[in-house]
């Protein structure tokens, strides 16, 4: 799971700025003039243009330090530019701290108006602060237009149960990332298939430069978890049920799964349990598994020629994990939701949908945003960008629906990492994982 990056990469280039900027102060967004009415979620369709309704301030907590700051800080400053009825004022809190925070600020009756960059794992643990949309939505549809989300972004990432909790904000999803002077010096061309996969990894694997096929994670936590998942699915397992009453990856796919992993390590020698830090990066790694937010960053290194494909097959088919973050309104008082509704929906416009993903190093979340000239631009400057977007089709997401699903995940990876150190075998990670995590569940939706 990629988390809220403290310093963030800003993508765009200054020609992008300029014409996204243009594209939003030209009215795509159409919130200059819907002022914050004095009304509840029940009557958020109220006249925008009435001119006794009082300038709103909200305060809105964020995840992202560093150049993201920055960034954010930017947007913040258009939206307050674009209209005289809504000011935002963005707070840092770390994103460790962020859920004891919010729900202290809860209990002290301190709740910051709106959320940035938020977790969906989150919107279990924070549910009784977490305001519901649907009023606003049903007053508002227009300005949702739920069908020009990606699929997958909705149920299960910010809607559980029928009940809308956020909006998204960027997604993205893992890829195979290749050197490719070390393939066309061996002679290869990238994997689409686990077999070939290995294959390549052991050729590419040369122990005299401490040269390394590919590159898997190997200590639990997040980004262990992020990228196993996606081998489960390929596998043709699923993390847990539809519902989320019970668990699924103690199977046959788990076992296989995890077994390709230790094998990779163990048995082939392609991958190492300590690979050279920024192997990748240097030459010493062929293979990494890895997502848009670091697009960036290779392209900054100089003689670094990289390329990337979809994730290779598995025996049930492809599939890689989404991530990303949401944004949510808070429970405080009608006239302070109805402005932050105003704000979200204003940066969930297909424009500044396209510059946050440019920005950010993500997805676009709407649907139209892929097909404004200056994203395309930007993906023709940033070609890597596009095999995330088409990887997008066989993308699958976690089970965000456990309310636990993140101290499930780390027992998980805690014994996947086991397994690779061969203190467990495949189907002894799965079978101590399951047992662990068995009592944990509980689904917050009922």
Same mark, same amino acid.
């Given at each position: 799971m990629r988390k809220v990056r403290k310093s963030m990469p800003v993508l765009l280039s200054a020609a992008l700025v300029l014409s996204l900027l243009s594209a939003c102060s030209g009215g795509g967004s159409g919130n200059s003039g819907n002022a914050a009415s004095s009304g509840s979620a029940g009557n958020a369709g109220a006249s925008a243009g009435q001119s006794s309704a009082k300038k709103q301030t909200i305060t809105v907590w964020h995840g992202a330090g560093g150049d993201g700051a920055k960034f954010l800080e930017s947007l913040v400053k258009d939206y307050n530019a674009s209209q005289s009825n809504v000011e935002v004022k963005l707070v840092y809190v770390d994103?460790?701290?962020?859920?004891?925070?919010?729900?202290?600020?809860? #209990?002290?009756?301190?709740?910051? !108006?709106? +959320?940035?960059?938020?977790?969906?794992?989150?919107?279990?643990?924070?549910?009784?602060?977490?305001?519901?949309?649907?009023?606003?939505?049903?007053?508002?549809?227009?300005?949702?237009n739920e069908g020009d989300f990606l699929d997958s972004l909705?149920?299960?990432?910010?809607?559980?149960?029928g009940v809308t909790y956020g909006v998204p904000i960027e997604t993205n999803n893992l890829a195979l990332y290749y050197n490719k002077k070390l393939f066309a010096d061996a002679g290869l061309q990238p994997p689409t298939t686990w077999d070939e996969m290995v294959a390549d990894a052991q050729k590419l694997t040369d122990p005299k430069k401490k040269q390394w096929g590919l590159q898997i994670p190997t200590t639990k936590g997040g980004s262990l978890d992020f990228q196993w998942d996606c081998f489960l699915w390929q596998a043709?397992?699923?993390? #847990?049920?539809?519902?989320?009453? !019970?668990? +699924?990856?103690?199977?046959?796919a788990g076992v296989q799964a995890t077994q390709l992993w230790v094998d990779l390590i163990n048995k082939y020698k392609a991958a190492s349990l300590a690979p050279p830090q920024n192997g990748f990066q240097t030459g010493l790694i062929a293979m990494t598994i890895d997502g848009p937010w670091s697009i960036p960053g290779y392209n900054a290194i100089k003689g670094l020629d990289y390329g990337a494909v979809s994730l290779p097959a598995g025996p049930a088919g492809k599939a890689t994990s989404l991530g990303g973050t949401n944004n949510f309104i808070f429970k405080t008082t009608p006239e302070k939701e109805k402005a932050a509704w105003d704000f979200l929906m204003w940066l969930a416009s297909p424009e500044n949908t396209a510059k946050f993903a440019a920005g950010y190093g993500s997805v676009p979340i709407r649907k139209s945003s892929s097909e404004l000239q200056e994203w395309k631009d930007f993906v023709a400057a940033n070609p890597t960008m596009q095999i995330h977007m088409d990887s997008y089709a066989f993308g699958k997401l976690r089970p965000y629906n456990l309310l636990t699903y993140t101290e499930i995940s780390d027992i998980v990876s805690s014994?996947?990492?086991?397994?690779?150190?061969?203190?467990?075998?495949?189907?002894?990670?799965?079978?101590?994982?399951?047992?662990?995590?068995?009592?944990?569940?509980?689904?917050?939706?009922?």
């Open positions: 994103t460790n701290s962020m859920v004891q925070k919010l729900t202290a600020a809860a #209990a002290g009756k301190a709740l910051p !108006d709106a +959320g940035l960059l938020m977790w969906p794992q989150w919107a279990g643990p924070l549910k009784d602060v977490i305001q519901p949309l649907d009023d606003f939505i049903a007053a508002d549809p227009d300005k949702w909705l149920d299960g990432n910010v809607r559980f149960g043709g397992g699923e993390y #847990a049920n539809a519902d989320g009453t !019970d668990l +699924g990856f103690n199977s046959d014994h996947v990492e086991a397994a690779l150190q061969k203190k467990e075998t495949p189907e002894e990670a799965m079978k101590k994982a399951y047992e662990e995590s068995k009592p944990l569940v509980k689904t917050w939706v009922n």
